[in-house]
Nanobody, 124 residues
């Protein structure tokens, strides 16, 4: 099992930056791909970014590609989401997720392990 705790959310003006962190417990962290998902008010939870167990391969939603960067440090059992050039439409609760998988048609399905979420609010 993996337990996940997010931090780093907050209020930022449009164009600003935030870095989210997700600390994981459990010895098997380095075996999992990790991902970030988000859920805005009144909307379904959506995929944001994912990174393979080694950190060597990443994927992003089109809406954040070029602005967000996902990285991980397996020695610290932590995955990060650097968010730059933030827009009001990035406002959401951001969730860390362990072991996401890709569907045959190319979209990402979350794994079974979630953090509690961290609020990101971008003001215009």
């Amino acid at each position: 099992q993996v337990q996940l705790v997010e931090s780093g959310g907050g209020l930022v003006q449009a164009g600003g930056s935030l870095r989210l962190s997700c600390s994981a417990s459990g010895r098997t962290f380095s075996r999992y791909a990790m991902g970030w998902f988000r859920q805005a008010p009144g909307k379904e939870r959506e995929f944001v970014a994912t990174v393979t167990w080694s950190g060597g391969v990443t994927d992003y939603a089109d809406s954040v590609r070029g602005r967000f960067t996902i990285t991980r440090d397996n020695a610290k059992n932590t995955v990060y989401l650097q968010m730059n050039s933030l827009k009001p439409e990035d406002t959401a609760v951001y969730y860390c997720n362990a072991d996401p998988s890709i569907r045959p048609w190319g979209s990402w399905s979350p794994g079974d392990y979630w953090g509690q979420g961290t609020q990101v609010t971008v003001s215009s």
